[in-house]
């Protein structure tokens, strides 16, 4: 039986992701983001087995990242080459540079949706390949319950690179007042976590959520 409050795992059910970072030119952010709701979300919207797109900012960098999810891998590929003209077009728009990442979508849980002043705080890791599932069970089954009780908690996922063995770790907060109160404990049980997992924390960054609008269903 699932855990209260979570829906039962989907058996079998494999979802993917690719993710754009752009490296913006700071004054360029708001007509990025502009840009990427009015006319890329759109266009995607189109793609048969697209699952809708996610957009995270850092201002203070020029750090973007917008990520794209796709219910099967034929889709994904499908899209490769219709998707590049968008995201050329958007990282102009940017004044940026883009790097291309592809994902599979391990776990994720939603506790309530994300509104207006949220924030994300994503966390890269390197896992040896052989290790990954049973970090993926780490993240599932010790790691979400933890974020539950952390103020503020709105969702969490984990996407996986199992060639590279690489894992990206997504915690999205009402708001970073929200974060900030349980940072402490935060940082305990990512600590704990890496170390369950095996895992190396390669980097680790707040970003604002500018487009919330991913459509994976629940994966835990």
Same mark, same amino acid.
């Given at each position: 039986?699932?855990?209260?409050?979570?829906?039962?795992?989907? /058996?079998?059910?494999?979802?993917?992701?690719?993710?754009?970072?752009?490296q913006a030119h700071p004054s360029f952010?708001?007509?990025?983001? /502009?840009?990427?709701?009015?006319? +890329?979300?759109?266009?995607?919207?189109?793609?048969?087995?697209?699952?809708?797109?996610s957009l995270l900012v850092d201002r203070d960098t020029g750090r973007c990242i917008a990520t794209s999810s796709w219910m099967d891998e034929d889709a994904l590929r499908a899209s490769e080459g219709p998707v590049r003209e968008l995201r050329d077009r958007a990282t102009e728009m940017f004044h940026g540079t883009a790097t291309? $990442?592809?994902?599979?979508?391990?776990?994720?849980?939603? =506790?309530?949706r994300s509104g207006r002043g949220s924030c994300v705080r994503v966390t890269w890791l /390197?896992?040896?390949?052989?290790?990954?599932?049973?970090?993926? =069970? +780490?993240f599932k089954l010790t790691a979400l319950p933890?974020? $539950? $009780?952390?103020?503020g908690f709105c969702?969490?996922?984990?996407?996986?690179?199992?060639?590279?063995?690489r894992a990206v770790v997504s915690v999205t907060f009402d708001s970073r007042e929200a974060m900030d109160r349980d940072? $402490? /404990?935060?940082?305990?049980?990512?600590?704990?976590?890496?170390?369950?997992?095996?895992?190396?924390?390669?980097?680790s960054c707040v970003f604002d959520l500018a487009i919330a609008h991913l459509h994976v269903p629940e994966m835990v």
């Open positions: 039986m699932a855990p209260p409050g979570r829906r039962p795992e989907q /058996k079998g059910l494999a979802v993917y992701a690719r993710s754009t970072t752009i952010i708001d007509a990025g983001i /502009k840009h990427m709701s009015d006319v +890329v979300m759109p266009a995607l919207a189109d793609y048969e087995g697209c699952a809708g797109l291309v $990442e592809r994902w599979d979508i391990a776990a994720l849980h939603r =506790d309530h /390197k896992i040896e390949p052989g290790r990954m599932s049973r970090a993926v =069970d +780490v933890g974020m $539950e $009780e952390l103020a969702s969490a996922s984990m996407m996986v690179d199992h060639a590279a063995g940072m $402490e /404990k935060a940082d305990a049980m990512r600590a704990a976590g890496t170390r369950e997992m095996g895992a190396t924390v390669l980097d």
